[in-house]
């Protein structure tokens, strides 16, 4: 099984900045893929960025330019940093990751943290 722990979350005013952070944990051989996803009340649970095993990226177009998404893969965590928040930023994060297991198939399953509040507001 794989654990994810996040921390970073918070209330920030408008034109802030926040860090995220979520590291991985468990029987774990390879992790494919980590990202962050966001969901706001009465939404559905969306991307916000991603870092894939070879370092391609990719970002929602809300988010290009004022968020960055970087993996330390040797410690098997990710980092999200956002500048510039906005109100609709506001939502709760969870961290993601696409992970093989030790023993397991050579197929990744999804795991996902318990999320956290980030609120901005003035």
């Known amino acids: 099984q794989v654990q994810l722990v996040e921390s970073g979350g918070g209330l920030v005013q408008p034109g802030g900045s926040l860090t995220l952070s979520c590291t991985a944990s468990g029987s774990i051989f390879r992790i494919n893929a980590m990202g962050w996803y966001r969901q706001a009340p009465g939404k559905q649970r969306e991307l916000v960025a991603s870092?894939?095993?070879?370092?391609?990226?990719n970002y929602a177009d809300a988010v290009k330019g004022r968020f960055t998404i970087s993996r330390d893969s040797a410690k098997n965590t990710v980092y999200l940093q956002m500048n510039s928040l906005r109100p609709e930023d506001t939502a709760v994060y969870y961290c993601?990751?696409?992970?093989?297991?030790?023993?397991?198939?050579?197929?990744?399953?999804?795991?996902w943290g318990q999320g956290t509040q980030v609120t901005v507001s003035s």
């Open positions: 870092v894939a095993f070879g370092g391609s990226t």
């Open positions: 993601n990751a696409a992970a093989i297991l030790i023993g397991a198939a050579w197929i990744d399953h999804n795991y």
